[in-house]
């Protein structure tokens, strides 16, 4: 039993902080470099009482209302998310109620951020395959605006709020995909992409101060610090041999790989590993610029958006490559069958 | 690759004009010897050399100079 993407949906938040509103906060930049640097022209931010599950109810109602399964059918439910409603209960559970699943479903919730989507479809194909579901619903959704210090422009330049529904379900073909799934673990860089307080490790500081650290870095502790020269390096150090390796597994040569979706992380970095990589631009979807670096969203945002416009279009083998916080990465080709 | 090659490759990098760098300055006199630049140095390093250099090295480096000792393997006098 091979598991196909039946549908993909995304939802942006009404909040925008745009290029020009970054300018006017932090002086030395200008929109123009702004967007030039990151290639992206706006963020989309959770208003206030807005949560991740709000978008991911609405990304998945929205999904299930299409008419493709009807909700009853709907057997597995995994919520990929940094921004839980609650330290527990799961907030999948709470997806279950609001989206009206049947009680017989499997909901969880999975912590990964920038890798979450490849391991989210990992564990589904593992669902799916074994026939312990056979129509799950897979959504990622982070409001890391929330995490981000006022001052820090270097991680308010990146981020945007979103969330992502994909369905998937057992499909026709028989062609191996998806898969192979390549995954990575190398702790030693939590350090570098982390909100140090504020879980049970270290309790919440006192005030919201920030100072800076002996590399000129601004560092608070209940807020995202992102080193990005290192997660840089981290990059430049997995995502070519994780290629590699998935290239080798599937037995397929670079060329013959129609699509190229990576975590959009940044236009900078991106286009850096597309010429180390050699793959035509053509081939290589950049597509953050209206709603900035999502988290574990971007890829099926990327791949939504790469189908609308007419870049990826029924029968692509396409490759996934997901890597940021944790360091967590994680690599898998698929066929678009829409 | 010879060290006024790498100046000019690192001016392209980080959009200075050719010729701003000369081996002698200091990063603090250099405009756009910032945390953008940074990253441009790291994806020139990688590009030319297929290596990556510790961050905690490149902080370290207050000149041009030191960068060059950074990357003494692969620069010729």
Known sequence: MNPSIQAIEFELPTGVLTNQDLAAEFSGWTAEQIQSKTGIEQRRIAVPGEMASDLAFRAADRLLGRGVIPRDDVDALLYCTQSPDYFLPTTACLLQDRLGLPTTVAALDFNLGCSGYVYGLGLATGLIRSGQARNLLLITADTYSRFLHPADRSTRTIFGDAAAATLLRVGADEDGLPGPFVYGTDGRGAPNLIVPAGGLRQPRAEGDGMVTDKNGNPRSENHLFMNGPEIFNFTLRVVPSTVETLLAKSGLRLDQVDLFVFHQANRFMLEHLRKRLNIPSEKFVISMQDCGNTVSSSIPIALATAARVGQLVRGMKVMLLGFGVGYSWGGTIIRWTQ | ?77
Do not use: Y
């Open chain 2, 1 to 77: 690759m010879t060290r006024p090659e790498f100046h000019r490759l690192l001016e392209t990098e980080i959009g200075l004009s050719p010729g701003t760098i000369q081996g002698q300055e200091l990063l603090k006199d250099i405009p756009k010897w910032d945390s953008l630049a940074v990253l441009s140095f790291i994806a020139l390093v990688d590009t030319q050399f297929r290596t990556q250099v510790s961050v905690d090295d490149i902080t370290a480096c207050k000149s041009i100079a030191d960068l060059e000792r950074l990357l003494a393997a692969h620069l010729s006098t």
